[in-house]
T-cell receptor, first 110, second 120 residues
Framework: QSVLTQPPSASGTPGQRVTISCSGG????????VNWYQQLPATAPKVLIY???QRPSGVPDRFSGSKSGTSASLAISGLQSEDEADYYC???????????FGGGTKLTVL | QVQLQESGPGLVKPSETLSLTCTVS????????WSWIRQPPGKGLEWIGY???????MYNPSLKSRVTMSMDASTNQFSLQLSSVTAADTAVYYC??????????????WGQGMLVAISS
């Protein structure tokens, strides 16, 4: 059971906007920045969003992050087939003193 | 461009110690934070711990009694040892660097990962 809760799956058609949620608590998301990682099949994860809403260079502006209270969200607009991947949220937990990850959301592009 | 590469045995017997090394190029291990993260087959990510300058460490409490991390600045490598392994420790093991932005950390560079199976 992950400390951060994500829906196990999400889907959308090309061009659509999809949102993936990440629910936590006041010792993690509420007080710390959230990062999002994209894991394409059989590859290492790659940072997609850091510090809640910052994009590394090379990540398209179709990807955006936000948070409110104890929840965070990743939004993907203009969905493309190459966005089909697993997405993980992560942050530091002040009570557990660990980096915590969500369980992951498998995004399918229909 | 920082690059990381895991190496070590791909098969370890139950009750023995898993040992992995991460070789870093394009950056100095003496100046950053370096983590190990694992992913059991078909499952999510679990942070194992990190090591940073002067060899200071922080481990996941759930694994702390079995984990040891070390670093060798002369070879730009850092290592993971996990003792008393069981089948539950079968996973892809990743090494990663922690980048920092405004006092918050994230994993900005990752190794390709190494599958370690625990089996007799």
């Amino acid at each position: 059971q992950s400390v951060l809760t994500q829906p196990p799956s999400a889907s959308g058609t090309p061009g659509q906007r999809v949102t993936i949620s990440c629910s936590g608590g006041n010792s993690n998301i509420e007080t710390n920045s959230v990062n999002w990682y994209q894991q394409l099949p059989a590859t290492a994860p790659k940072v997609l969003i850091y510090h809640t809403n910052q994009r590394p260079s090379g990540v398209p502006d179709r990807f955006s992050g936000s948070k409110s209270g104890t929840s965070a969200s990743l939004a993907i607009s203009g969905l493309q087939s190459e966005d089909e991947a697993d997405y993980y949220c992560a942050t530091w937990d002040d009570s557990l003193n660990v980096v915590v990850f969500g369980g992951g959301t498998k995004l399918t592009v229909l | 461009q920082v690059q990381l590469q895991e190496s070590g045995p791909g098969l370890v017997k139950p009750s023995e110690t898993l040992s992995l090394t991460c070789t870093v190029s394009g950056g100095s291990i003496s100046t950053d934070f370096w983590s190990w993260i694992r992913q059991p087959p078909g499952k999510g990510l679990e942070w194992i711990g990190y090591i940073y300058y002067r060899g200071l460490t922080m481990y996941n409490p759930s694994l702390k009694s079995r984990v040891t991390m070390s670093m060798d600045a002369s070879t730009n490598q850092f290592s993971l040892q996990l003792s008393s392994v069981t089948a539950a420790d079968t996973a892809v093991y990743y090494c990663a660097r922690e980048g920092w932005y405004s006092s918050s950390a994230y994993f900005d560079y990752w190794g390709q990962g190494m599958l370690v199976a625990i089996s007799s």
